[in-house]
């Protein structure tokens, strides 16, 4: 359903047939920057169908009919508006649409009304997000009630015919397309716990996740069996998706823009700090003249025999919400440390890197202790506050 106006037209907050109702319910369910953006598409969209390349996402209790026969109905209600909270909360961080919910499974989709370059690793992203957040609500189900449930997540890109469908007595702004059928079927064939996508998605995201080859998957109407992967997690260092795989084409028309990086690249390495803002609309190269100037800076370091270190972080939408965000990318690259890395290993990376610097002894333990802090491993007794002004004026002081 499209939330932004669905929810005005039923009068509740939530998905129909969940039990999810009111006003502050919708208002948890959904962001407020992400309503925004929902209402704004309404009003600039055509409601009637318009072709578009869609990630669809299905993701459904495993076991559901058999536990629902020994429940209340109540009582399952409960259990399964638990369950569609923590279902629906990660589709919404990346800006997805959950189009329906279907008694013990939704049905969501990435690219419409709310388009982004990157929707196939939104959508998986949202998935594997749905399968590690649901474990702790499965243990306390199962601790309470004795019951043990899991999830399967289904994904799947491909056209789709995207708008308002139905009759006067019922419109929802829905995807109909082969592409749903085959979304629907990776999910009924994943294994509970587990994002299994199909080979169209597979081809867009290759470079970002580790994934296991499940071969090829029967479907209905189809006269070859369908590739198949699960995601296993995202690659420590994910590759690029642009441009073709140790093809390197040298950069045309824009001699007047990398003889000013190669200035701003030799004044910095002669101690002169810089900032360069690169604006430009989408698809005029922004990325590419990143590339060439790392290459520059490279470059540059060999000739001198300097190091060539190279921090980058990116800015992404769904990581509003994470404090600091960006300085983390910045400090886990600057210590060598990965998303995946346990704290011990992320303290010893620490201090390596920091036993490397020579600075007074006082100054190393301070700044230790806010790398500790900005990557979530502080340990002991003496902590800095984890939020704040005083985390603030101490990172940047780490910082300068």
Known sequence: VDHAAEIRRRGDGGPEGAGVGGEARRKKYIPQELLTKLESAQKSRNTEGERRI?????CDVKGSTAMAEK???EEWAEIMNGAF???ITPVYRYEGTVARLMGDAILAFFGAPIAHEDDPQRAVLAGLDIVEGIQPYREQIKRERGLDFNVRVGINTGLVVVGEVGS??????????????LAARMEQTAQPGTVQISGHTHKLIAPLFEFESLGGIEVKGKAEPV????VLKPK?????????????APLIGRD????TLRRVVNEAHQGRGQIVCLVGEAGLGKSRLVSEMRALWEEAARSTGQPAYWNESRGVSYDTTRPYGQFQQILRQAVGALENDPPQVIHEKIARTLGALSAPPEQIQRTSRVLEVMLAVERGTDRLP?????LKRELFQVML
């Open 54 to 58: 869609v990630t669809i996402l299905f």
């Open 227 to 230: 590739p198949a992967y699960q």
């Open 236 to 248: 420590a260092s994910p590759g690029r998706l642009r441009g073709i795989e140790g093809l390197n």
């Open 85 to 87: 909270e923590r279902l």
């Open 386 to 390: 984890a939020e704040g002004e005083s």
């Open 168 to 181: 006067d007595l019922r419109v929802e702004y829905t995807v109909m397309g082969d592409a749903v059928n």
């Open 256 to 259: 007047k823009e990398l003889q």
């Open 71 to 73: 429940l209340d109905p």
